[in-house]
């Protein structure tokens, strides 16, 4: 219409133009288009329309994660920026001698000892404000996670303060009990100093050769002994740890990692202590890197099923099983059943229902499929939804699915019926057919292969007493008695396996057969790396019953640590507990700090230090909120 009103004008053609200034005008629309897409990419700010007609890029910068895609969710975050970021357009960095250009850290493999930091190159100062008001210096796009959960009214809805109302212990008699607790303090401590000095940044320390140890469990991410101690630091007060332990994170804990990870490792260790430490402090980097980490997951469950694979390989987003589970077709009941707790809060922080959704589906399949005798046999096909072969252990491979359903209903705040009603069915079925009473009075829980015991118990599966203890309140009236006493007597059969070896530290495995009872039958059986699942049992049940042989039992152990275990360069698993001359494993796992220091701990603390009214601890020990709700809350407190 514009051009019609050009006087002089006669129209040539449909448009009402003749050829030359159709000509004309077609180049000055050129010219038009073509400013306009060069203002788009050489004017600042212009980085989210780039990505609007830019493929993503294959390679990546240093601190840079992208998420895979994954049907059904919408990430929290597309990158993760480097720690202590820089004002855009930063000065280069100046490197000391010897030091590696961060930029090359995209193509070159880290090296040993601490993953580098990038420098920041804003004022120090800011930063250092942050952190004195308990606020993690963040990005504006990590402050940008939609994020509705009030921190302050979380913490005003518990029953006890976090680490209990201990009387000022300037003015305690320095009596038994907390002299035993302060030795427990130091040998975390020294288990701490000792892994700082020689491994700090690795996943665990390797104290005979005082260096640090990788792994190939975790996919590339370091510092599993840093998250892991992280609620322990603050469970024992030692201040200056746990603030060298949130600057490793805040600083070096990269997500940009490009190799295969156990789901149910990452998940337990880093998400759980992560959870935890948010849950503890309301420091954000926390709950952010719980968050990222979790999306990093989720590919897992890209199966017919929706039950997850074992194994993700964070680069591709693919997933798989582990090659030694029936053939690698298989995935295993303890890893896909102990995902519940973080998941759950994982949606709780995040907002994001995906989470939530991918383990309540989980629970839909196991509903639905048939169970042998009421049993949940170790291994199930991520494809078809079968069983794979019929064998249930309590103790690896199947042991925390068990304890996560229990703990589903008091977390909670019980009425996750679904999970009671899945736990004292299985536990009925359990006690039916592989509950045993040795000659000797021993009552153990045995395993199960189509029908066919082996008369042993696992390590691990010396959880079960204290498991059952937690539960035993919540059964019906009738049971419960008996509960606590099957509790107790499955604790006592794991001490007598402490107790019937030359060091007081119990073996891998113990077996019950050929008049031998609660001892392991071979070498390969007889290892103790450093566990925590008798000393977990020994402090559920002293928090029921307040027997105080449980505190003794607990502190043969202590005794034992110190003088087997204890090395010059840190503490160390030892390969036969029937040897009272130590051959030591060279390896400080970081399950010691996480759970056997901290059950013992908290075994010698009054029960309102992180109460169980309050929390549950997930199977890696990580403390996890009870979803007390506003209601109850206010009706507490009129009571």
Same mark, same amino acid.
């Given at each position: 219409?514009?051009m019609?009103?050009?006087?002089?004008? &006669?129209?040539?053609?449909?448009?009402?133009?003749?050829?030359?200034?159709?000509?004309?005008?077609?180049?000055?629309?050129?010219?038009?288009?073509? +400013?306009?897409?060069?203002?788009?990419?050489?004017?600042?700010?212009?980085?989210?329309?780039?990505?609007?007609?830019?493929?993503?890029?294959?390679?990546r910068?240093?601190?840079? %994660? !992208?998420?895979?895609?994954?049907?059904?969710?919408?990430?929290?975050?597309?990158?993760?920026?480097?720690?202590?970021?820089?004002?855009?357009?930063?000065?280069?960095?100046?490197?000391a001698?010897?030091?590696?250009?961060?930029?090359?850290?995209?193509?070159?493999p880290?090296?040993?000892?601490?993953p580098?930091?990038?420098?920041?190159?804003?004022?120090?100062? %800011?930063?250092?404000?942050a952190?004195?008001? *308990? !606020?993690?210096?963040?990005r504006?796009?990590?402050?940008?996670?939609?994020?509705?959960?009030?921190?302050?009214?979380?913490?005003?809805?518990?029953?006890?303060?976090?680490?209990?109302t201990?009387?000022?212990?300037?003015? %305690?008699?320095?009596?038994?009990?907390?002299?035993?607790?302060?030795?427990?303090?130091?040998?975390?401590?020294?288990?701490? $100093?000792?892994?700082?000095?020689?491994?700090?940044?690795?996943?665990?320390?390797?104290?005979?050769?005082?260096d640090?140890? /990788?792994?190939?469990? @975790?996919?590339?991410?370091?510092?599993?002994?840093i998250?892991?101690?992280?609620?322990?630091?603050?469970?024992m %007060?030692?201040?200056?740890? #746990? $603030?060298?332990?949130?600057?490793?994170?805040?600083?070096?804990?990269?997500?940009?990692?490009?190799?295969?990870?156990?789901? @149910?490792?990452?998940?337990?260790?880093?998400?759980?202590?992560?959870?935890?430490? #948010?849950?503890?402090?309301?420091?954000? &980097?926390?709950r952010?890197?719980?968050?990222?980490?979790?999306?990093?997951?989720?590919?897992?469950?890209?199966?017919?099923?929706?039950?997850?694979k074992?194994v993700?390989?964070?680069?591709?987003?693919?997933?798989?099983?582990?090659?030694?589970?029936?053939? *690698?077709?298989?995935?295993?009941?303890?890893?896909?059943?102990?995902?519940?707790?973080?998941?759950?809060?994982?949606?709780?922080?995040?907002?994001? $229902?995906?989470?939530?959704?991918?383990?309540?589906?989980?629970?839909?399949?196991?509903?639905?499929?048939?169970?042998?005798?009421?049993?949940?046999?170790?291994?199930?096909?991520?494809?078809?939804?079968?069983?794979?072969?019929?064998? !249930?252990?309590?103790?690896?491979?199947?042991?925390?699915?068990?304890?996560?359903?229990?703990?589903?209903? +008091?977390?909670?705040?019980?009425?996750?019926?679904?999970?009671?009603?899945?736990?004292?069915?299985? +536990?009925?079925?359990? /006690?039916?057919?592989?509950?045993?009473v040795?000659?000797?009075?021993?009552?153990?829980?045995?395993?199960?292969?189509?029908?066919?015991?082996?008369?042993?118990?696992?390590?691990?599966?010396?959880?079960?007493?204290?498991?059952?203890?937690?539960?035993?309140?919540?059964?019906?009236? /009738?049971?419960?008695?008996?509960?606590?006493?099957?509790?107790?007597?499955?604790?006592?059969?794991?001490?007598?396996?402490?107790?019937?070896?030359?060091?007081?530290?119990?073996?891998?495995?113990?077996? @019950?057969?050929?008049?031998?009872?609660?001892?392991?039958?071979?070498?390969?059986?007889?290892?103790?790396?450093?566990?925590?699942?008798?000393?977990?049992?020994?402090?559920?049940?002293?928090?029921?019953?307040?027997?105080?042989?449980?505190?003794?039992?607990?502190?043969?152990?202590?005794?034992?640590?110190?003088?087997?275990?204890?090395?010059?360069?840190? #503490?160390?698993?030892?390969?036969d507990?029937?040897?009272?001359?130590?051959?030591?494993?060279?390896?400080? $796992?970081? @399950?010691?700090l996480?759970?056997?220091?901290k059950?013992?701990f908290?075994? #010698?603390?009054?029960?309102?230090?992180?109460? +169980?009214?309050?929390? &549950?601890?997930?199977?890696?020990?990580?403390?996890?909120?009870?979803?007390?709700?506003?209601?109850?809350?206010?009706?507490?407190?009129?009571?």
């Amino acid at each position: 219409m514009l051009m019609r009103k050009v006087p002089g004008f &006669v129209p040539a053609s449909s448009w009402g133009l003749r050829l030359p200034q159709k000509f004309l005008f077609l180049l000055f629309l050129s010219g038009l288009v073509t +400013l306009c897409f060069g203002a788009l990419f050489l004017l600042p700010h212009s980085s989210r329309l780039k990505r609007l007609f830019l493929a993503p890029r294959t390679s990546r910068q240093p601190g840079l %994660e !992208v998420v895979a895609d994954v049907p059904g969710h919408s990430s929290v975050r597309e990158q993760e920026p480097a720690p202590n970021p820089a004002p855009a357009a930063p000065a280069p960095a100046v490197l000391a001698p010897g030091e590696e250009d961060p930029s090359n850290r995209a193509i070159h493999p880290r090296r040993n000892g601490w993953p580098r930091r990038t420098r920041p190159t804003g004022p120090r100062e %800011e930063a250092t404000a942050a952190r004195g008001n *308990g !606020v993690a210096a963040l990005r504006p796009r990590e402050r940008s996670i939609p994020f509705s959960f009030d921190f302050n009214a979380f913490r005003s809805r518990l029953h006890h303060p976090v680490l209990g109302t201990r009387p000022d212990e300037s003015k %305690e008699p320095q009596n038994r009990v907390r002299a035993q607790r302060e030795k427990i303090k130091e040998m975390m401590q020294f288990a701490w $100093q000792s892994y700082k000095r020689y491994a700090m940044g690795k996943n665990e320390l390797r104290p005979l050769t005082k260096d640090g140890y /990788e792994g190939n469990m @975790f996919g590339g991410l370091s510092g599993a002994t840093i998250i892991d101690s992280l609620d322990t630091l603050y469970l024992m %007060e030692l201040k200056e740890e #746990f $603030q060298e332990a949130k600057a490793w994170v805040e600083e070096s804990f990269y997500l940009n990692v490009s190799g295969e990870a156990s789901l @149910f490792e990452v998940n337990i260790r880093y998400i759980g202590g992560l959870l935890s430490a #948010f849950y503890l402090t309301g420091e954000e &980097v926390f709950r952010i890197k719980a968050i990222r980490l979790g999306e990093k997951l989720l590919p897992a469950f890209n199966t017919p099923t929706g039950i997850p694979k074992g194994v993700v390989n964070f680069k591709s987003g693919s997933n798989g099983s582990w090659g030694w589970a029936t053939a *690698g077709s298989s995935s295993i009941l303890a890893e896909f059943g102990s995902l519940h707790l973080e998941f759950l809060h994982l949606t709780e922080l995040s907002g994001n $229902q995906v989470f939530a959704e991918k383990v309540r589906n989980i629970r839909k399949v196991l509903k639905k499929i048939d169970k042998p005798f009421g049993l949940y046999p170790n291994f199930l096909s991520p494809v078809s939804g079968n069983w794979v072969q019929h064998h !249930v252990s309590i103790g690896g491979l199947g042991d925390s699915f068990y304890e996560y359903l229990i703990k589903s209903w +008091l977390m909670s705040a019980k009425t996750d019926m679904e999970a009671k009603n899945m736990y004292y069915e299985a +536990l009925e079925a359990i /006690e039916t057919y592989l509950l045993n009473v040795s000659p000797g009075g021993l009552t153990y829980i045995a395993e199960w292969r189509g029908g066919i015991l082996d008369h042993k118990m696992g390590h691990l599966a010396c959880f079960s007493g204290g498991m059952i203890a937690l539960g035993a309140e919540d059964a019906k009236e /009738e049971k419960r008695a008996h509960y606590r006493e099957l509790a107790a007597q499955i604790t006592k059969t794991c001490h007598e396996s402490y107790a019937r070896s030359d060091t007081k530290l119990g073996p891998e495995a113990f077996w @019950f057969n050929s008049g031998r009872e609660a001892v392991a039958t071979q070498l390969s059986e007889s290892y103790y790396i450093l566990r925590p699942e008798v000393v977990e049992s020994y402090m559920y049940l002293w928090r029921q019953t307040h027997n105080p042989i449980y505190r003794e039992w607990g502190w043969e152990v202590v005794m034992a640590l110190e003088k087997y275990c204890r090395t010059e360069g840190g #503490f160390s698993g030892i390969q036969d507990v029937y040897s009272s001359i130590p051959n030591h494993d060279n390896k400080q $796992q970081s @399950f010691f700090l996480a759970e056997t220091l901290k059950y013992l701990f908290l075994l #010698f603390s009054e029960d309102d230090v992180l109460s +169980l009214e309050d929390w &549950v601890f997930n199977t890696e020990a990580h403390p996890l909120p009870v979803n007390h709700s506003e209601s109850s809350s206010r009706t507490r407190a009129r009571h």
